[in-house]
């Protein structure tokens, strides 16, 4: 059974800083390319970043300068790391493998 269980802060401050981690089990997780999505209020689901097998990573412009990605295959973890927070990070932020979702986790910015 594959899953895909996310965990990090979640209430951060405006400018401030924040990891996320997703933790997958169920696959083959250094074979797969790994995904970070996020949904802000009233808006459809974006993708922020991914990461391939072999570390190579891809970043929405949006998101480029402020947003770090990793994994550690031997962990069967892939990480988000958020930097210098806006209001509009202010989203639901979900793990993705093919075909397979992490349940979300909400992303509070305060002021």
């Known amino acids: 059974q594959v899953q895909l269980v996310e965990s990090g802060r979640v209430l951060v401050q405006l400018a401030g800083s924040l990891s996320l981690a997703c933790t997958a089990s169920?696959?083959?997780?250094?074979?797969?390319?790994m995904s970070w999505y996020r949904q802000a209020p009233g808006k459809g689901r974006e993708l922020v970043a991914y990461?391939?097998?072999?570390?190579?990573?891809n970043y929405a412009d949006s998101v480029k300068s402020r947003f770090s990605n990793n994994r550690d295959n031997a962990k069967n973890t892939e990480y988000m790391q958020i930097n210098s927070l806006k209001p509009e990070d202010k989203a639901v932020y979900y793990c993705?493998?093919?075909?397979?979702w992490g349940q979300g986790t909400q992303v509070t910015v305060s002021s």
């Open positions: 993705q493998a093919p075909r397979y």
């Open positions: 169920g696959f083959t997780f250094s074979g797969t390319i």
């Open positions: 990461i391939t097998r072999v570390g190579l990573i």
